[in-house]
């Protein structure tokens, strides 16, 4: 028995309605490119987000999208940390900045 990787939530999505899959592309490009927001910053605020749901897979893709913007590790760090006490809870927050450790290749 081989162990398959699980499918990208966009694939799933695309594979019961291209339409919607092609609709929230079309949606998340326009909101990227609707305002004067740094991509940097975008996926920041897009991998806290994450961070606060505990979504490791997205939040790894945000967070790269992140550094390769320009973001900076401690960047990084400091947005999981803005959500404690916010939104985020303190184990969701501790974990998410192991993630931001792993990213970092601590």
């Keep these: ?10 694939d799933v999505v695309s594979d019961s ?4 899959a ?7 490009k326009a909101v ?10 975008r996926e920041l605020i897009v991998s806290s987000n ?3 749901m505990g979504v490791q897979g997205a939040f790894m893709t945000h ?8 973001a900076t590790i401690d960047e990084l760090r400091h947005a999981v940390l803005v959500t404690l ?7 969701r927050v501790a974990a998410a900045l192991g993630w931001v450790d792993e ?3 601590k």
């Design 103 to 105: 990213l970092a290749g």
């Design 50 to 52: 994450f961070a606060t």
């Design 85 to 91: 006490g916010a939104n985020a809870p303190f184990p």
């Design 22 to 28: 092609d609709a929230f592309q079309a949606l998340r």
């Design 17 to 20: 309605s291209k339409a919607t």
């Design 1 to 10: 028995m081989t162990a398959s990787r699980p499918r990208a939530p966009m």
């Design 32 to 41: 990227n490119e609707a305002g004067p927001l740094p991509q940097s910053t």
């Design 63 to 70: 967070a790269k999208r992140a550094l390769e913007g320009g």
